[in-house]
T-cell receptor, first 115, second 112 residues
Framework: DGGITQSPKYLFRKEGQNVTLSCEQN?????MYWYRQDPGQGLRLIYY???????QKGDIAEGYSVSREKKESFPLTVTSAQKNPTAFYLC??????????????FGSGTQLSVL | SQELEQSPQSLIVQEGKNLTINCTSS?????LYWYKQKYGEGLIFLMM?????EEKSHEKITAKLDEKKQQSSLHITASQPSHAGIYLC????????????FGAGTRLTVKP
């Protein structure tokens, strides 16, 4: 089945530790995204990528890093510089880049908590 | 930047009742997307509206975009427990691109 797979479902981070969230898609989509969702709030855009080896900062990129070495993969690293990392992280992908019809397909999310 | 404001923040309705959720933009919308999220899961695309006055329906859910393209409503007829979840509206600030922004969402509870 085609889709987006996020792993792990739950992740715990210790103080000063970097953690990496995985996102893989087999939809052959060009664009991929990372959003953060806090309780009672909508999704906030962290990073997005329109093509391999290229990515753009969203509204809250500080304390996060990404890479796009393969079309299928867009991992997100939450660095120790991110002081409030506890949140639900959602990865998404879409077929078009720069278009006007951006239907997003989402993974099932990763809940990150700080120990 | 474009702000999307949703109302109400939460809604509790009795099964079988109709309800409406609103999404208002601070700028003209080039396209408005509605998504649904079950608790602890990803979002599922419902509908997209692009033209002023446009209306789309899927099963018991109808979405409209006003003529000025600054407000959209999502109407559910004869609500069922399966309609429960968080409804979010999204939009592209410039009308094109890959930087979709979302409203804060409306949490819908349907009481059997």
């Amino acid at each position: 089945d085609g889709g987006i797979t996020q792993s792990p479902k739950y992740l715990f981070r210790k103080e000063g530790q970097n953690v990496t969230l995985s996102c893989e898609q087999n939809l052959n989509h060009d664009a991929m995204y990372w959003y953060r969702q806090d309780p009672g709030q909508g999704l906030r855009l962290i990073y997005y990528s329109q093509i391999v080896n290229d990515f753009q900062k969203g509204d809250i990129a500080e304390g996060y890093s990404v890479s796009r070495e393969k079309k299928e993969s867009f991992p997100l690293t939450v660095t120790s510089a991110q002081k409030n990392p506890t949140a639900f992280y959602l990865c998404a992908s879409s077929m078009e880049t720069g278009g006007t019809n951006e239907k997003l397909f989402f993974g099932s999310g990763t809940q990150l908590s700080v120990l | 930047s474009q702000e999307l404001e949703q109302s109400p923040q939460s809604l509790i309705v009795q099964e079988g009742k109709n309800l409406t959720i609103n999404c208002t933009s601070s700028k003209t919308l080039y396209g408005l997307y509605w998504y649904k999220q079950k608790y602890g899961e990803g979002l599922i695309f419902l509908m997209m509206l692009q033209k002023g006055g446009e209306e789309k329906s899927h099963e018991k859910i109808t979405a409209k975009l006003d003529e000025k393209k600054q407000q959209s409503s999502l109407h559910i007829t004869a609500s069922q427990p399966s309609h429960a979840g968080i409804y979010l509206c999204g939009a592209l600030p410039s009308g094109a691109g890959n930087d979709m922004r979302f409203g804060a969402g409306t949490r819908l509870t349907v009481k059997p």
